[in-house]
């Protein structure tokens, strides 16, 4: 049983560079979300989504876009990489509010 | 703005102490309040959760108290080990976000 799959797990990016994370679960959730972890400042949420076909913004969700076209993928897309974005981006799932969240192993990211 | 404050930001503890974590909220809207345990290169994992109408709760070692009116919540770890070693996050959950403190990085000391 896989959980959830994050792809990649390291990248180096350019700044101006796009690129696009994606995760994917294989538990049938509901909710996704993604999260950056910086030391000192716990995990922030970027943003997330409550079903397929929908989205919604987080606490930090400038600088990223995001779809949801499948049930089971949730991407993560920095059109224009900066500096400022290098970070452990984290995505979760679960069934529905109130519940466990499954977390990802994460993708370390850096922008040069 | 935080909407969860967590602290101590770090903490150490010696074998069989019992580490104290703490957090704060303000949205009264938040109704379940889960604490995350993470090991490093790994992603967070639930460790144990609260309702707002339940003052206490325990899992094996851990223990979440819950002051409703003061809107703070707190982890103990009881007979603290090594392996307890971790960074731990405490949340709330509002409608269908999950927001998270800051985390604390626990070191247990043989």
């Known amino acids: 049983n896989a959980g959830v799959t994050q792809t990649p797990k390291f990248r180096v990016l350019k700044t101006g560079q796009s690129m696009t994370l994606l995760c994917a679960q294989d538990?049938?959730?509901?909710?996704m979300y993604w999260y950056r972890q910086d030391p000192g400042m716990g995990l922030r949420l970027i943003h997330y989504?409550?079903?397929?076909?929908?989205?919604a913004k987080g606490e930090v969700p400038d600088g990223y876009n995001v779809s949801r076209l499948k049930k089971q993928n949730f991407l993560l897309g920095l059109e224009s990489a900066a500096p400022s974005q290098t970070s452990v981006y984290f995505c979760a799932s679960r069934p529905t509010r109130n519940t466990e969240a499954f977390f990802g192993q994460g993708t370390r990211l850096t922008v040069v | 703005q935080q909407q969860v404050k967590q602290s101590p930001q770090s903490l150490i503890v010696q074998k069989g102490g019992i580490p104290i974590i703490n957090c704060a909220y303000e949205n009264t809207a938040f109704d379940y309040f889960p604490w995350y345990q993470q090991f490093p290169g790994k992603g967070p994992a639930l460790l144990i959760a609260i309702r707002p109408d339940v003052s206490e709760k325990k899992e094996g070692r851990f223990t979440i108290s819950f002051n409703k009116s003061a809107k703070q919540f707190s982890l103990h770890i009881m007979d603290s080990q090594p392996g307890d070693s971790a960074t731990y996050f405490c949340a709330a959950d509002s409608a269908s976000k999950i927001i998270f403190g800051s985390g604390t990085r626990l070191s247990i000391r043989p």
């Open positions: 538990m049938n959730h509901e909710y």
């Open positions: 989504s409550v079903g397929e076909g929908t989205t």
